[in-house]
């Protein structure tokens, strides 16, 4: 494993997204403060937004970093360099999930602390669970994009994994344990919230250890 | 660097593959074995879909053959392994830079990769071949695409160059460029170029050998002034009903009337008197060209395995 290698590529990916990242950051950003307005209406439309900008954030980079390396065959040229499939790998899965993490964090970030700010912390139990669902979509995408390298395929993911958020929400709002905690202005961990982040945490890790996995494992690199 | 040698010939090798297969859904690439000599250009010949840029990226371990051996420069090549590329320079037309960037960026990634790298060399090649480092790729022709491909190898003095297709699609004066630059690569007795191409006439131009591929398997090999020597083409006439005798390396080409065109592989002062008979007249011995010979050897294979 050739680690300056390693940091040449991701920095080079970094630089490449640069600009999806600029305008991730700043929609999530807005989406964010939007969802913070004491105004029913607004935070749910800017809570709507944020899960949007996470959703959209996701596939695009899985498209501009990944994918588009075999569609626009700038892969040759990359693994033409003194670079290991290894090293390869590494470097793009940690920058993929790295460029993803940014405006993640932040909007997760952003919701934690405007939920404090307002006196609702009652709602921060459920933002965990919501927004590692949304890190979980994402990496079953970039494992789907990894082990088939096709578009349409990971867009199917996507595609199931927006379907399968509306149906968690609805199992997460109908628990009347979580309801209750959700309404207060204190801040408790409901059971059934953190079975819900364990799951998450689990498939998370399952989930990049077969990224990479899969992608150390290709016999042809182009 | 220690450096394969060839056990018949005792020269040195700068990459070699022997009994390497590949099987895809619909292709096969079967027994490859060659090998090209060190401070060399050799020449991989073959028609479109003959396993040529397969074979190349076997060699640059970009693709893992299902068995044989490969080395380059001494080293085994695989995907794992990435000490061996860092001395080999690797084009492809199937190869494409990031659009949205521009040469000199281009430039320093690469340089950030090569410890090798010749700012003055990278200069030098920048004038040579007309280009801009702050020009955008996705603004680049195609012949400019390909001279700024080759100037980030060739800055990095690689000690063999792996050349698929470079002068494919080439106008007469950027192919001009680009082989005139290649010629002053070799002018370093040290470095070694394998280039592929269904141009003959670009590959006769700079190989010392050359290698004939044809449906994934190597159909003749030999140096260029060899081929050249030894295959002629023999105008006969000859009276009807003449049929061609089974002597190895003769073959008809073409047949009008009574004038028959054959080919000869392995051509010697001795091979008109095997042709003398009652009406037989030898019109003319000629040389064949690397184009004519290409071909000939194509469909003798070709007819070598139908039969």
Redesign the interface.
Known sequence: MNLQAIRILFLKDLFLSRRQLFAYFAAGMAATALACVPNATLTFVGFILVITVAIAAGIHLIGTLMLSETTDQTRLFVMSLPISLLDYSISKISVVLTTYLIPWASMFAGLVIATFVLGKQGNVAVLPAIFFFLLCSFMLQLVTAVITESVGWTICVMVGGNVCLNVFMMKLFGNAEVLEVVKSDVLTWPSYVLQIISVELLVFVVALVTAFLFQTRKRDLV | MTMELDSSTGTELAASMVDVSKSYKHFKLRNIHFSVERGTVAGLIGPNGAGKSTTM?IL?G???PDSGVVSALGKPIS?????A??DI????D????????SLGWHMQ??R???PAWDDVYATQLLDRFGLISQQIVKGLSHGQRVKA?LLLILARRPKLLILDEPTNGLDPVAKHEILTELMRVVEDDSRTILYSSHNTQDVEQISDSITFIDRGQVIASSNRDEFLDKWKRIKLHAPEGWKTPEVEGLRLETCHRNLHVLSFSQFSDQVPALLQGPGLVIEAVESMTLEEIFVSSVMRGREGSQS
Do not use: H, I, N, T
């Open positions: 990226r640059m970009l693709v893992q995907s794992s392994e990435a000490a590329k860092q320079g690797y084009f492809s199937d190869m494409r830079l990031y659009k949205p960037e990634f690469v950030s990769l090569y491909m």
